[in-house]
């Protein structure tokens, strides 16, 4: 047992948390080398299914306080799943969503957690970018990321010459239609810009720019909410 | 000069970074203090326009490192604005955000910024609840609480005795509408529960409970999310 601080290149990540660790035996049950336990655990019903779960799938179920000292400064995690990254191509004739250049791993894992809400399970993300192993992002995606299929690209064009034929809508301050009119019949790509700059101008060249208005009282929203509300318009029709 | 950690029973509060000392000083110079500066700020356009907003307004504009040590654990503040907490009443005719019990201020900054981006201006809070002064909520909030109304109630039946008439849409896993059929035409208020309880049952009685229909695959949505996604689909007629 070797548990060292998360880092980008390891081979391994970390669920740090009940609900999250719960979700990676569930949907990855062949990727987790070991379950941590902190000794000041509760065993109430969600212990129990932990346990099951690890037996089932014969994975070592280690009670150590050391891997919380050196992964989780939360005080209320008490148990740590362990992983080996996986691949998990995007489906290329499905909808997705397209992060070009996100920087922020909490930005991130909201994101999957509201785009697996509303079942478009596809994130392709152009690079540079945060890294989405990250604990971070993992957490803030309340374990949704491990129904998502998903993809690094170096450029956006690399990314276009990959996928199926679709409606490509950039979201940008200089939209040319409203989010509102936002009705897509086919496949399609919600892209978005990075947290700071949003897309650049050449994004105008692709497909239908959109905007989502707001008053002069803000700057703009921030990431995971304006993806979260196209990602409501976009698919409003499928949930009703 | 006596700068302290910020505590909720202080008389003050701080503006951690430069967009949001603006903000400050251009919606509520009356109560601006002081203005530190860190002694390796950049002399650029927005560092003349808060040089200009003090000098109009006579605030003192001071450069120390010190205040930068016990307020900011952020590398890239350099501005902070010291200033008098305020009062600021809802308008009990205008369309409202409830928030019941919100407990992170993070979140609580960023409703304030989407609220006020869709026109939003007045949120009531019912307490117990995060202090709106928190320097973390007005960083989220990006600037966006110096335009916002706001109070705080001891219980929902409080608030809803001291308001003008209005349908109440209270958003709930169980709500009985899905939100795409939301299309108030009169005055509203959009309620939600605590991050991790949500509402509880008795908000059933009260006016129209909304839902956001989403998969299985997540529990739920993020607080910010759901409230911004509403305020969206609550507005939108507005924006077009």
Redesign the interface.
């Known amino acids: 047992m070797t548990v060292k601080k998360y880092k980008k290149t390891d081979q391994v990540s970390y669920t740090l948390g009940l ?1 999250l660790t719960i979700e990676l035996l569930l949907k990855k049950p062949d990727k987790v080398r070991n379950v941590y336990l902190h000794s000041t655990i509760n065993k109430n019903d969600a212990y129990y299914k932990i346990e099951d779960l690890c037996q089932e799938n014969n994975i070592p179920f280690l009670q150590s306080d050391k891997p919380f000292n050196i992964l989780s400064n939360k005080e209320n995690c008490y148990v740590i799943g362990e992983f080996e990254k996986f691949d998990k191509e995007i489906e290329k004739d499905q909808n997705h969503v397209v992060l070009v250049n996100p920087s922020n791993a909490g930005n991130l894992g ?1 994101i999957i ?2 785009a ?4 478009i399970n596809n994130i392709a993300i152009i690079k540079p970018a945060v890294d989405i192993f990250d604990p971070k992002v993992i957490r803030a995606s ?1 374990g ?1 990321l491990f ?1 998502l299929n998903f993809e690094y690209y170096d450029s956006f064009k690399d990314y276009n010459n990959n996928i199926s034929i679709r409606e490509l809508y950039p979201f940008m301050l200089k939209g040319s239609i ?4 936002l009705n897509p019949k086919g496949l399609y790509s919600l892209i978005f810009g990075n947290e700071a700059t949003g897309l650049s101008d050449d994004y105008l060249e692709y497909g239908q720019s959109i905007i ?4 002069n ?3 703009s ?2 990431l ?2 304006a993806v ?2 196209a990602l ?2 976009a698919t ?2 499928t ?2």
């Open positions: 609900t909201t957690r509201t697996v809400g509303f079942g309340m949704a129904h409203s989010l509102s009119d989502i208005k707001h008053t009282n803000i700057d929203l921030n995971p909410i979260s509300i409501y318009q409003k029709d949930f009703n």
